[in-house]
């Protein structure tokens, strides 16, 4: 059952900011057309990184069915509260990936100068926070 919820926000959260992504190619006309290449503000620079967010977003969903296979935490799993820890990190990891691409999508301005660093930040952090949990479980 949690894993459902996990999986319906994070479906609403990608479709929110899909819908931002549409909405803003929209508002500037056709941003393709009307931009240059060399000022970097063409479509494929509002793209490419939704379609890198998403990919790894579902990557991590899909990861959670799967942990032994592909998860590496260096930690040997030695019983199934453990390796519930494992799969709700995962999902954890991808609800937070969505989160602050949403708030990158969002915020306009200041959001090229916070997100980028609390990104890598917040993951890492609950990775160690994850890991400790995983350890005492042993």
């Known amino acids: 059952m949690e894993g459902n919820i996990f999986e319906a926000v994070i479906a609403v959260l990608l479709i929110i900011i899909w819908i931002l992504t549409f909405k803003e190619l929209g508002a500037g006309g056709n941003a393709a057309a009307s931009t240059?290449?060399?000022d970097g503000e063409g479509a494929g620079k509002i793209l490419i990184p939704n379609i890198a967010v998403t990919a790894a977003t579902l990557l991590l969903l899909v990861s959670a069915?799967?942990?032994d296979r592909m998860i590496n935490l260096d930690i040997k799993i030695r019983n199934t509260a453990q390796y519930a820890l494992v799969i709700r990190m995962v999902r954890v990891l991808a609800l937070e990936t969505a989160v602050m691409f949403l708030g990158c999508n969002a915020i306009?301005?200041?959001a090229d100068k916070i997100f980028p660093v609390?990104?890598?930040v917040v993951l890492f952090a609950t990775i160690f926070i994850f890991r400790f949990l995983i350890n005492r479980k042993a």
Request: without cysteine; proline residues 17%; aromatic residues 24%.
């Open 36 to 38: 240059t290449a060399a």
């Open 108 to 110: 306009t301005g200041f």
């Open 118 to 120: 609390t990104l890598p």
């Open 65 to 67: 069915y799967f942990p």
